[in-house]
């Protein structure tokens, strides 16, 4: 009961195992709540207990330290970091800051820019549980931080 309520929640209620670019819809259920993350800024408590959990999950999971792709909790916390920093600042809710966000988190995650790939390598290397989630949380605040910059910041619905 506790594997299958751990894969549940890891691959994002099976999205994980999608075949085909399992990283890039595990982020969508991330956008969706980031519709939320404007009204709720009271809600990033709850992200650090989800990248608390997916932890906890993935060490009971996963023996030797890898990267599963069917693990997609990840990008959702990406995503919730990079939302984080965005409704931070602009404190109001528009379509193409959620469209950048998504982009840029996409990008920042596949392509892995220093020092992304550095400190994942680094934790892997260490064999510590935070290794999955590492390079997500960055290319949140990466993604986060881009958006900011390139999204105007009058522009609001």
Not at 29 to 58: D, I, N, Q
Not at 115 to 126: L, M, N
Request: proline letters at 6%.
């Amino acid at each position: 009961m506790y594997k299958k309520l751990a894969h549940l929640f890891l691959s994002v209620f099976y999205i994980g195992y999608i075949p085909i670019a399992p990283g890039t819809f595990g982020s969508i259920p991330g956008l969706l709540l980031c519709c939320y993350w404007v009204k709720f800024l009271w809600l990033l408590p709850l992200l650090f207990f989800v990248s608390y959990l997916s932890m906890r999950y993935t060490t009971v999971l996963i023996s030797e330290n890898s990267d599963p792709q069917w693990i997609v909790i990840d990008e959702v916390i990406g995503i919730g970091m990079a939302c984080t920093i965005y409704f931070s600042y602009h404190k109001c809710f528009h379509w193409l800051g959620l469209i950048l966000i998504f982009l840029f988190f996409r990008f920042f995650d596949i392509v892995k820019p220093f020092p992304i790939d550095w400190v994942e390598r680094y934790t892997k290397k260490k064999n510590i549980p935070l290794s999955i989630l590492i390079d997500d949380l960055i290319a949140g605040v990466f993604a986060g931080l881009a958006t900011l910059f390139v999204m105007p910041p009058t522009v609001c619905v």
